[in-house]
């Protein structure tokens, strides 16, 4: 990730997962300092000993927009059935990464879900 990528703001750890705003990379990854610091921190993994041997990184980002009608994980998968596009996205293959690579194909056609959806259009049928 690149300062000035836009990016995906995504709901994962709750009822209902789904794409629901944007956010631009302010700040490239560094390691992230939580991980090796303060043994009782709770992002605090032995195996990451320091910031040249850290096993996770920290991007900074800001918001960009929010979504009037967010996409869900669910419209996603359905749509992907029929879109050879949105099959191969990695969000559909592994969806408890933090940050994933999105091919420009594969922005172009989330967004136009969500224009749909805007729309009214039902995403499920």
Known sequence: M???????????????PAIVG??????????D???????KHPNYDPKSTSAENCRWDSVLVEFDSLYET??????LRHQAKHNQVLESMM?????????MPVTATEWLQVQDLMERKARGESLLD
Not at 33 to 39: E, G, L, S
Not at 70 to 75: G, Q
């Open 2 to 16: 690149n300062v000035g990528d836009l990016c995906w703001f995504y709901h994962s750890s709750c009822a209902t």
């Open 22 to 31: 944007t956010c631009r990379v302010v700040r490239k990854a560094i390691p």
């Open 33 to 39: 300092v939580t991980a090796f610091q303060d043994p």
């Open 70 to 75: 967010p996409i869900t994980l669910k419209e």
């Open 91 to 99: 969000l559909l293959k592994r969806g408890r990464l933090s940050v």
